[in-house]
């Protein structure tokens, strides 16, 4: 376990490294004002709503409501201990935090199992390769690979290998080298026998392709047969350091491309990948066996915008990129769709016409999303038959009203108008009709659009009076520690009327017994509840004068103290009519005194 880092090396790590530096590595940040906007990261949205402050380091998103600094950014983000965040933060800004980090690799887990996985899995990518392509039992398997069209390049780049033919090499290798044997189970790397708790090989005889994590770390393996056993693919079980729903494969490596083109070219399968590779797409990437995961749509806005999805042609395929665009589009993305002919996968048509062909015929020729659901959803219908015709032409239109752009609804309206001879005038009347429909439909669902991945959706309902007042006079107290024990002193002993506001005061009072002068992104590391940071956070981005005149404080302190004593009239009032109600006048007009001092007091 590695040892904890120093506060002072913290600070510096806090002083050292910028926020927006940082969260550019994953979200595409524009300037606008003083602070930069992008996509959140945290959540499905295609309009920017995720800002980042320079001046206070600190990020909020104002549509699902998460913030934090940069620390909080990391961890929330890639599932990592605070610990782990400061390691990976301070090795970008070449700061020696002068520990043990226990074995040397400071932006990995710091469990010694954790780093038994990785370092079990890197060691047999190693040895796999060597095997493919620099020993006598590897030949006949680097043979097969040259002879499917795989270069020597290729094979290097994605580290391709092969394992032996044996049932116990692997277990032993491991074994010599230390690694425990009920660890490498839990890796996946080989099988616990329940007639006597022997261990054997996972993977024999097979050509091996290694699955890399976002940083290039060898996290799974999938093995390829080599002739006709079952299954053609044997891949790495789900284990703590692989999760199929959170990887692209080839991401690593494609990710400097992404970055520059804000292009990528979305694979059903790695094999897909590693042919694209070859003919010249550098920028692809592929799901490992699973649907399209709002952890994958997370992965990919973080550098690109436009997505193309390259499936196969098969009805499997299409039904698949369909579900894949709807996902991306949901997203915020553009997306095209590359069609293969003849049922054939990528793979199969590289072969048949080269690399330039795919490049310029199936990538560059890819259709609009929208120009793809129009063969989508011809599929099975005969377009000579009337009542196959009007639903087809509905369900274009309706497809059609879900375009945001006046431009793109006629040209598609033009189109269809076109095709089927149809008034153009008739259409445009049907779109808005349906576009209506819908409206009042998605009005009265209680569905959210887009569901958050990490934090739930804000409440935008309009707050009373003492809440927007308290939460003023917490921004003011961040700002100015003299304001803080001002607020205190003015409060006379009484508190906030929202707990979690009050939480957050009791915290920054503290924090200011340690700390002489307010530091916004200093303070959400001193916070230790998540909500709270998050709110802080959204205070923190709030729009309040430079100075906070005596005025205004006062009628902050006012609307926070009124609010107890309005609830006490309301208290007073239902005992009021409880008194009436049994004839008992006098009680009540002595009630009725006490309310109306509690008036006069407001």
Same mark, same amino acid.
């Given at each position: ?9 913290? =600070? ?24 930069? %906007? ?30 934090? =600094? ?7 983000? !890639?599932?990592?201990? @605070? ?6 933060? /301070? ?113 024999? #005889? ?11 770390? *060898? ?6 047969? &080599? ?7 044997? =891949?790495?079980? !789900? ?13 690593? =490596? ?32 592929? *799901? ?56 054939? #996968? +990528? ?23 929208? /120009? %793809? ?45 076109? !095709? ?22 998605? *009005? ?19 707050? +009373?009076?003492?809440? *927007? ?24 002993? #009484? ?12 915290? &920054?009072?503290? @924090? ?10 200093? @303070? ?48 007073? !009032? ?29």
């Amino acid at each position: 376990m590695a040892e904890r880092i120093a506060e002072e090396k913290i =600070n510096q790590i806090r002083q050292s490294v910028d926020i927006v530096e940082v969260i550019s590595d994953y979200v595409q940040l524009k300037k606008q004002g003083r602070n930069y %906007f992008g996509l959140c990261p945290f959540h499905g949205e295609s309009t920017p709503s995720f800002s980042v402050s320079i001046d206070k380091q600190i990020f909020h998103c104002f549509g699902c409501g998460a913030g934090g =600094n940069v620390f909080s950014f990391l961890m929330e983000l !890639e599932g990592i201990s @605070f610990q782990e965040a400061a390691i990976k933060l /301070a090795a970008k800004a070449n700061i020696d935090l002068e520990i043990n980090l226990s074995g040397g690799h400071g932006e990995k887990k710091f469990s010694e199992e954790h780093q038994a996985f990785l370092g079990a899995h890197e060691l047999l990518q190693k040895f796999y390769h060597h095997l493919l392509v620099n020993t006598k039992e590897g030949q006949h398997a680097l043979e097969y690979l040259l002879q499917r069209g795989f270069t020597r390049e290729a094979i290097d780049k994605f580290q391709i290998g092969y394992s032996l033919n044996s049932w116990d090499y692997v277990f032993k290798f491991l074994s010599k080298r230390d690694f425990p044997p009920e660890w490498m189970e839990k890796a996946g790397l080989i099988i616990k026998r329940e007639r006597d708790g022997t261990y054997f090989d996972r993977f024999r #005889d097979r050509i091996m392709f290694p699955i890399f994590d976002r940083n290039g770390n *060898t996290i799974a393996f999938s093995g390829r047969t &080599l002739g006709a056993d079952e299954p053609k693919y044997l =891949n790495s079980p !789900e284990t703590p350091i692989f999760n199929k729903s959170k990887i692209l494969y080839n991401y690593h =490596n494609a990710k400097p491309n992404l970055k520059k083109s804000q292009f990528a070219v979305l694979f059903e399968g790695f094999a897909d990948v590693i042919s694209a590779d070859r003919a010249g797409v550098e920028n692809g990437i592929a *799901t490992m066996g699973t649907s399209l995961t709002d952890e994958h749509i997370a992965l990919l806005r973080q550098n690109v915008q436009s997505v193309t999805i390259c499936y196969d042609s098969d009805k499997p395929g299409i039904e698949a990129a369909y579900r894949a665009g709807n996902h991306l589009n949901n997203g915020g993305f553009q997306v095209k769709v590359a069609m293969m002919p003849d049922g054939m #996968d +990528p793979d199969e048509y590289i072969k048949k016409n080269g690399p330039e062909k795919f490049r310029n015929e199936v990538i560059g020729a890819s259709l609009t999303w929208m /120009a %793809f659901k129009f063969l989508y959803f011809r599929r099975g219908k005969n377009l000579q038959h009337e009542g196959d015709r009007l639903a087809y032409i509905e369900v274009v239109i309706k497809e059609i009203s879900t375009l945001n752009k006046a431009v793109e609804r006629d040209h598609y309206l033009r189109q269809l108008a076109a !095709e089927f001879s149809l008034s153009l005038d008739a259409l445009k009347q049907q779109q808005k009709e349906i576009f209506f429909a819908e409206k009042r439909k998605s *009005t009265g669902s209680k569905q959210p659009v887009n569901k958050p991945i990490i934090v739930q959706k804000q409440d935008n309902k309009l707050k +009373p009076k003492h809440y *927007t007042a308290e939460r003023r006079l917490i921004a003011h107290m961040l700002k100015d520690r003299d304001v803080a024990y001002k607020v205190q002193d003015l409060l006379q002993g #009484d508190t906030f009327n929202i707990d979690e506001h009050q939480a957050i005061i009791t915290y &920054l009072l503290s @924090f200011y017994e340690e700390h002489f002068q307010s530091d916004s992104s200093a @303070f959400l590391s001193y916070i230790q509840d998540d909500n709270l940071r998050r709110m802080v956070a959204n205070i923190e981005m709030m729009p309040i004068n430079d100075e906070l005149t005596n005025h205004e404080l006062s009628d902050y302190i006012k609307q926070v103290l009124n609010y107890q004593k309005l609830l006490k009239i309301k208290e007073k !009032e239902v005992e009021q009519k409880e008194a009436e109600r049994q004839s008992d006048f006098t009680k009540a007009a002595a009630i009725a005194m006490e309310i109306l001092q509690l008036r006069k007091s407001l």
